[in-house]
């Protein structure tokens, strides 16, 4: 198993452009999360998503930031326009439920560090 | 969301046991105990999470209080590659599956050679 994946690890971007991270979930899991990590703020959640359903996006800060997730396997985080206070580590996590039961362990990927000049 | 509290730092020699204590008072019947850790330029690494019964896997046991408002990760022989953040962590379920992860601060372990 190859773990989450996110794409690219890092990222260098100039004010006012657009970026998007990537992130590719663990084949069968049903929940996927966004997370920022800065200094001051710690990680922070973002949206997350369950059996490809938005279910709670008031963490993201304002209207620049976006997520989707167009299917099981696939969620990409868009910035745009980028500004310097956008830069820290994003970081994409994914689980399972596989009864209403128990809750399993959450992965997370390696992260996408964004810097914004 | 349910809190929980932990130290905010702990020292420990090498190849001696590590409890990290944390307190969830507010702990609800049906929310679970995580236990996170974060290496130095890592993402968070999932580590052990129980209900009710003390657990053990590979990598640490988790002791939880018979009233559940506590509970004691417990690292049972630490090595400098221990050296991390570790969050104690409340999870619930809701109608669609798992709940979000709220971080806290965490406890910061260094393990002194």
């Known amino acids: 198993d190859a773990g989450v994946i996110q794409s690219p690890r890092h990222e260098v971007t100039e004010m006012g452009q657009e970026v998007t991270l990537r992130c590719k979930p663990i084949s069968g899991h049903n929940s996927l999360f966004w997370y920022r990590q800065t200094m001051m703020r710690g990680l922070e959640l973002l949206i997350y998503f369950n059996n490809n359903v938005p279910i709670d996006d008031s963490g993201m800060p304002e209207d620049r930031f976006s997520a989707k997730m167009p299917n099981a396997s696939f969620s990409t985080l868009k910035i745009q326009p980028s500004e310097p206070r956008d830069s820290a580590v994003y970081f994409c996590?994914?689980?399972?439920?596989?009864?209403?039961?128990?809750?399993?362990?959450?992965?997370f990927g390696s992260g996408t560090r964004l810097t914004v000049v | 969301d349910a809190k929980t509290t932990q130290p905010n730092s702990m020292e420990s020699n090498e190849e001696e046991p590590v409890h990290l204590p944390c307190n969830h008072s507010?702990?609800?019947?049906?929310?679970?105990i995580h236990w996170y850790r974060q290496l130095p330029s890592q993402g968070p690494e999932y580590v052990i999470h129980g209900l009710t019964s003390n657990v053990n896997n590979r990598m640490a046991s988790l002791a939880i209080a018979e009233d559940r408002k506590s509970s004691t990760l417990i690292l049972h022989r630490a090595t400098l590659r221990d050296a991390a953040v570790y969050y104690c962590?409340?999870?619930?379920?809701?109608?669609?599956?798992?709940?979000?992860?709220?971080f806290g601060t965490g406890t910061r372990l260094t393990i002194i050679p």
């Open positions: 962590i409340l999870v619930g379920r809701n109608n669609f599956g798992n709940e979000k992860l709220t």
């Open positions: 507010t702990i609800s019947g049906t929310d679970y």
């Open positions: 996590a994914s689980s399972t439920s596989r009864d209403r039961l128990e809750t399993y362990g959450y992965t």
